[in-house]
């Protein structure tokens, strides 16, 4: 036995560069559709006061975004995702400013703006964290992304039913069924659900 513990110090001792470094356990939180959910909707405001808006109703760069997305090209001080939904029913494209990394703001093509994503919080290097969207046109919450990872989200409905349960590209029902997939590629986002 002491000849074991022996070998093992040695080998810990003498053992690579990194290598304790690589083998160190990392927990980790994982969440259930339910507990995601409460964890989602806590603290969350169910209306956007409108003048937050006003700015952003029109996108009077509508005809350049169109073509950045279109050249899969991104420009200074804004990143610019196409989005596909309702199974090609629903067009637009998505605005990120630079300046304000906490809106996601959602245009139809012909630029008007439809919903806006809101992380009061955000910070992109922690998780986990929820976006509200909200509609433009009355304010009223539409539904909640709970991102636990870079790669898991959870979306609810604004009445607390699961959209879908991201994990990487594909959408999963409450069953754990596939129902939508995405795609982001040169900062495009497609996405079908």
Partial sequence: MKKLFFLIMLFFLFAPPGFCENTVLRG??????ESARKLAFEGLDLKLDKKLLTP????????????????????????VMSFVMAKGFVK???IIYD??????????????????????????NTYPYKIG???A?????????FYVSEDEQYVYTKNGK????????????????????????????????
């Fill in 28 to 33: 980790s939180v994982n969440y259930t559709v």
């Fill in 56 to 79: 952003y109703i029109e996108d009077e760069n509508n005809k350049e975004n169109l073509e950045l997305i279109k050249s899969h090209k991104q420009t200074a001080g804004r990143k």
């Fill in 92 to 94: 637009g494209y998505a």
């Fill in 99 to 124: 300046d304000k990394p906490e809106y996601i703001y959602y245009y139809s093509n012909g630029g008007y703006l439809v919903a806006v994503d809101i992380d009061k919080k955000f910070d992109s």
């Fill in 133 to 135: 969207k909200y509609s």
């Fill in 137 to 145: 046109l009355t304010g009223n919450l539409i539904s909640i992304g």
């Fill in 162 to 193: 699961l959209r879908a349960h991201w994990v990487g590209n594909t959408g999963y029902n409450e069953k754990g069924k596939p129902i939508a997939t995405r795609d982001f590629s040169d900062n495009i986002l497609e996405n079908s659900f």
